[in-house]
């Protein structure tokens, strides 16, 4: 992930996977086109993050994006171009590997009252870290590597075994957390839990070192707050907050990721069990 002037200059992701076909560029685009989905039934197991067909056409609505991608058995990759929202995308061929870039310019050029609206580069880009952060905890097999303005601020490397995964979670969370966190795993009835849960003596003044997963998936939920909370009643002071990392690996069709427009609250179908 390359990044300028907070993301508002420049914004471009790159991965190495499989890349999308020539003929689905223009579909990778298009409203309410997605393939995540291909039955009804796919919604009642959604494992992808994405799968309504809105991040990038919206995107590409209030920005210049261009998306270039080549597949394995492609013998040169393809490029998709648009500028806001009225311009039909136009493709071409275009050199890059196996895999995917997508590239954001000049994000609100075209509604300057949401440009005013942004706010410092800074602060643009400690919100666009985390989101990095929250990835790089979620998914252990990915590595992920970060610039801003030309200069690294992490390169994480896959983490395929217990060690390289906790060295992961201390790059991403603070070594201290590390060193002060114990290491769960519980599984019952079909349910995983696993993960780092913070020493008393680690808690914070503000609730934000804890990361809670369902399925891979970060989640604000209610009912897991509150029975963390309830585990340190008896071990923090008042107004001290519980740091953890915790995944919660369930069957995806007892999870609804559908009742919040942001996806940041799931319900579940058997809460109480949980």
Known sequence: ???????????????????????????????????????????????????????????????????????ADAGEAWQVETEGRDMQ????????????SVEVRD????????????????????HLQEVIKRLALARFDVAFHLRHNGKTIFALHEARDELARA???????????LEQALPIEVERNGLHLWGWVGLPTFSRSQPDLQYFYVNGRMVRDKLVAHAVRQ???????????????????????????NVHPTKHEVRLRDSRMV
């Open 167 to 177: 060295r992961r979670v201390g790059a991403v969370c603070g070594q201290a957390f």
């Open 231 to 257: 585990a340190y009643r008896d071990v923090l002071y008042n107004g001290r907050h519980p740091t953890f990392v915790l995944f919660f690996e369930v069957d995806p069709a007892v999870v609804d990721v």
């Open 107 to 126: 994000l609100f050029f075209n509604t300057p009252a949401r440009r005013k609206f942004l706010r410092a580069e800074k602060t643009e880009f400690d």
């Open 1 to 71: 992930v390359e990044v300028e002037q907070g993301g508002i200059k420049l914004l471009r992701v790159r991965d190495d996977g499989r890349g999308i076909p020539a003929d689905d560029l223009p579909l990778a685009l298009a409203r309410h086109a997605t393939s995540k989905i291909r039955e009804l039934e796919d919604l009642e197991r959604v494992m992808s993050l994405g799968f309504r067909g809105e991040a990038l056409a919206s995107i590409s609505s209030v920005a210049r994006l261009t998306m270039t991608s080549r597949t």
């Open 89 to 100: 995308p136009r493709v071409q061929p275009a050199a890059h590997p196996v895999g995917t």
